[in-house]
């Protein structure tokens, strides 16, 4: 039977911007087994006022007092080694549940960051107060808003080639990364090359939720537990993340050139047509054309993203 590991987030347990094919795991499981993350978000900058009423949690404030090294923005947990994972396998990450871990989140920008740093050269935070029971979050504009939360981790990937050696978690690659793709969410499968013994999985970024662009920088950036199923996928030639929902299924595009993560979504998506069908690549491009939708995933992590979705039960 399938085992269920947890892992809560401490000084001890997370790794603050980076990925590296070096570090050790802190546990190693089977195949199929089921791995519970406990992941925080933000540094002591962005924490709310004490005044405001918003608590930060106690395991988040731990962390910030352990002042671990910083490269890139995110707080990962991890990284969890599965065994019999080999370079050339496929990560499969069966996202069951996805937990609340906080009461609020929170969504800024800065200079030099975002879309559109050339019209707003400032800071700027929002603090958003998050129902957990309803599922919501007011966003404190105008009037105020309250919008429907759909959690989702911006951040899922394995350990890059050994040969990049410590990489930030600020731009999504080959080995997943900061996705920030909204439609990977509970009851989504994400699937990722493997580069390294172990596959050597990191979780982190929790997004209470998203707008396609994530165009200021953040979403509702906020602290998740996440109920990761792990599985060893042999023979399946996978060279960069693809994933499904119940209802369709997904390809990526990441390049600083967005034109080019476009291309690169394409191609993708014609390559996953033509293994899946009798269709040539020249019928699958028109395909696409017809009947894929391309929506922009995100434009402020450097490596701008592009994800392709097909409708299942057009094709297969």
């Known amino acids: 039977m399938p ?12 790794r603050w911007g980076t990925f590296d094919a070096s570090y050790k795991p802190l546990i190693e499981v ?15 900058e962005v924490m709310p006022d004490p005044a405001s009423g918003l608590k930060v949690p106690a395991h988040l404030a731990a962390i910030h007092a352990s002042n671990p090294p910083r490269l890139g923005p995110h707080i990962l947990t991890g990284p969890v080694a599965v065994k019999g ?62 919008l429907p939360l759909s959690p989702f981790f911006g951040v899922m990937g394995v350990a890059p080639p050994a040969e990049w050696g410590a990489i930030s978690t600020k731009e999504p690659r080959a080995h997943g990364g900061n996705l920030d793709n909204k439609e990977i969410g509970e009851g989504a499968t994400l699937f ?24 200021c920088i953040n979403a509702l950036e906020m602290c998740l537990t996440g109920h990761f199923r792990l599985t060893v996928e042999k023979g399946m030639d996978l ?42 690549a020249a019928d699958a491009y ?18 701008k993203g592009v994800h392709g979705l097909l409708k299942k039960g057009l094709l297969f």
């Open 30 to 44: 089977e195949s199929g087994d089921l791995v519970i993350l406990e992941c925080v978000s933000g540094g002591p």
């Open 239 to 280: 060279k960069y993340p693809r994933a499904e929902t119940a209802t369709h299924f997904i390809s990526m595009g990441m390049h600083e050139d967005l034109d080019e993560a476009m291309k690169r979504a394409l191609r993708e998506m014609i390559g996953f047509i033509t293994s899946r069908t009798n269709l040539s």
């Open 192 to 215: 990722l090359p493997v580069h390294a013994p172990g596959a050597l999985f990191s979780a982190g970024d929790g997004h209470g939720v998203q707008g396609d662009g994530e165009v």
């Open 85 to 146: 994972a080999m370079p050339g396998d496929v990560l499969r990450v069966d996202i069951e549940k996805i937990e609340l871990g906080c009461d609020w989140g929170f969504c800024g920008f800065r200079p030099l960051g975002g879309t559109l740093p050339e019209d707003f050269p400032y800071k700027r935070m929002l603090h958003i107060p998050v129902d957990r029971e309803k599922r919501t979050g007011h966003v404190p504009v105008g009037p105020g808003v309250t």
């Open 3 to 14: 085992a269920t590991h947890r892992l809560s987030a401490t000084p001890e347990t997370i």
């Open 286 to 303: 028109q395909f696409c054309s017809l009947a894929v939708d391309f929506h922009v995933t995100q434009t402020v992590n450097g490596e």
